[in-house]
């Protein structure tokens, strides 16, 4: 196992580093071909970029671009570039490169002019992503501009009708929303990245003008970390739920010994650090993830806190699940995984008793244990280093994911007092849509094949790339939706058939999320699938169960729609002579079945 | 640090951003000796020294280190000039 150090690294020590790092060495880390392409050179990033990655196990095999071609690169379908054929394209446009007169004879444009050029560079981006999906349908990374090396008109500058900054902002403003309205493309922030290291240090005049290397080794480094976060974040999924202690975690003191008003949340030292972490983690929760309380305390006590602290700004409702009491606390988080339907390896612990924390190390090795530092000032900051939460999308259903949890203790509610689980089922009230996948639902469908651990039969981690290529390949999605009395669950299933031979189709992806599991929208899903492949001329279809260590959920659904074993690689096999019937305990609205 | 100690630095930072051992490093040592002494290398090198040895190269002092031995006359100037 390679080992690290911490950053600062001197450039011999990571070119030491990077050149122990292989496909060979490391063959069990997630490999990626990138391809750089650059107004300057970017050779020099390369030992930076490998390095930075190999912290989250992430191997890099680079590919420069000769500087200055990046829309020549990008426009030739015969191009070293694609010759390459890279899993990844990272781009690092320069304004200078761009347009010289945006950069540096923005005094002499009119406001016209000014969109106009801005206009023409979102254009150029817009041919060059569509080059390089047409060419070879890779995610792109697509830096977005980074501040020239100087402004024109000094102290004046920020008084002006066109200042450069102005312009930075205009365009970048634009390549975000081009890069939000296609999929597989991804904004990648250099301008934040420059922002948070100062352009004061971002260039190297002496690299730029003897190697048109533009970036000093600070920016080497911010652009190396950024990239190993973005790639980190295509393939370790994020955590779903934050586990919360709650004396000296949320508010200082121990509720229980010093009351109410003995507590320190408000807004003068230290109680207003402990406000600003609060505040965090409600950001968190707007994000989707799910906050939980683990707390050995008198419940009474800490819902006084929440219900009658004057500066307690998270509420009891915030907490999905809630086990505050005198249990050890590894029984708390089995409880919460359960009660949330999740992973132990889902949840994280914060916590600032160091005994509670390797307690939890040692019982549940799965849970991630964030190091809580001393003070509650660099709680937040520990809570973002940790990358736990880290995700590359956020989708609709995150955002509304508590209203969702709550929804569905309200229907736990109700199947606690039905008397059989077709009743319950039946009381729900229940639409489920199915649908034809189609590009709109992309981010949403490729954090589900990233994420779903317990019903998903095959457990094959596509990336965005990898699905449109099997939808190229004549392959096609159905996804599901539903919504019952209790509000709307949003898209909770998909599954994805390819044609094998003639006639023969196999199931290459189906999960669900485990919301809806137990209700037969997964007989929904699959009656439809099976119509439509057989509206492809498919009479044959084959099923694949591969066991992993969390989908068991799943195990047996083949087995229960009548498949049969054909006895090799976990491969399901059915004729597909009749019409599976939908469920009448709820109402299905699907597809015509020749779509 | 004296002359000798500099010198078994700078062998090291060039095996290490070069890839080869430093036994096959010699005083005559240079970009058209080694394959892997590229012009990229040689940059990365400067910035090596630089961060070793808390000196600064101009433009026009990179493009002269171009042996081991200038590199080591260069160093032994810079550091006892400073």
Partial sequence: MIQIPPTPLGRAERSKLAAGISREQQPEWRWFRLAVLGSGTTEFLNS??????????IGLEIWNGPYG????????????????????????????????????????????????????????????????????????????????????????????????????????????????????????????????????????????AIARAPHSSEALTGIARLLARQLRSWVVPPKKCLVLDMDNTLWGGVVGEVGLEGISLGPDYPGNAFLDFQRRVIALRDCGILLAAASKNNP???????????????????????????????????????????????LVFFDDNPVERQWMREQLPAVTVIEVPGSPLLYVEALENSLAFDTFSLTEEDRNRAVLYRQESARSQVLEGASSLEDFIRS????????????????????????????????????EAELVKLLEAGGFGVVAKARDRFGDSGLV???????????????????????????GVETALLATLERMVRARGASELFGVYAPTAKNHPAADFYSRHGYENSGTGGRWHICLDETRPLPDSFTVSGPHPDL | MTSDDRSQKLRHIISAL?????????????PDTLASWSSVAHLNLVVALEEAFNISFSPEETMELSTVRLIEMMLDEKIVAA
């Fill in chain 1, 69 to 208: 071609q990046i829309e020549q690169q990008c426009i030739d379908p015969t191009s070293e570039l694609f010759r390459h054929q890279p899993d990844a394209v990272l781009i690092l446009p320069e304004l200078e490169d761009f347009s010289p007169s945006l950069a540096w004879r923005y005094l002499t444009l009119s406001p016209e002019e000014m969109e106009l050029a801005v206009g023409e560079i979102d254009k150029t981006f817009g041919r060059v992503i569509e080059a390089v999906h047409l060419g070879s349908g890779v995610p792109i990374l697509l830096g977005n501009f980074p501040m020239p090396s100087w402004k024109a008109a000094g102290a004046a500058e920020a008084s002006l009708a066109i200042s450069l900054e102005g312009i930075l902002h205009s365009l970048n403003e634009r390549l975000r929303r081009r890069c939000r309205s296609v999929s597989n493309v991804s904004l990648f922030d250099i301008y934040c990245t420059g922002c948070e290291i100062g352009w004061n240090k971002w260039r190297d005049r002496r690299m730029a």
């Fill in chain 2, 18 to 30: 070069m890839d080869v051992p430093t036994d096959e490093i010699t005083e005559d040592s240079s």
């Fill in chain 1, 493 to 519: 299933g998909v599954a994805i058939a390819v044609p094998e031979t003639d006639g023969v189709w196999e199931v290459d992806t189906f999960l669900m999320s485990c919301r809806v599991i137990g209700r």
């Fill in chain 1, 300 to 346: 009474d006590d800490v819902e006084t806190v929440f219900s009658s602290h004057p500066s307690c700004l998270l509420t009891r409702d915030d907490f999905s699940a809630f086990e505050v009491h005198w249990e050890d606390k590894a029984t708390s988080l089995r409880r919460i995984a359960e009660t949330l339907n999740i992973g132990i390896d889902s």
């Fill in chain 1, 48 to 57: 930076y970029l490998i390095v930075e990655a190999a912290r989250f196990e």
């Fill in chain 1, 428 to 463: 729900l009230e229940m639409v489920v849509t199915l649908s034809l996948l189609d590009d709109a639902q992309m981010p949403r469908i490729v954090q589900l094949v990233g994420k779903t651990n317990q019903f998903n039969l095959t457990t094959r981690r596509h990336s």
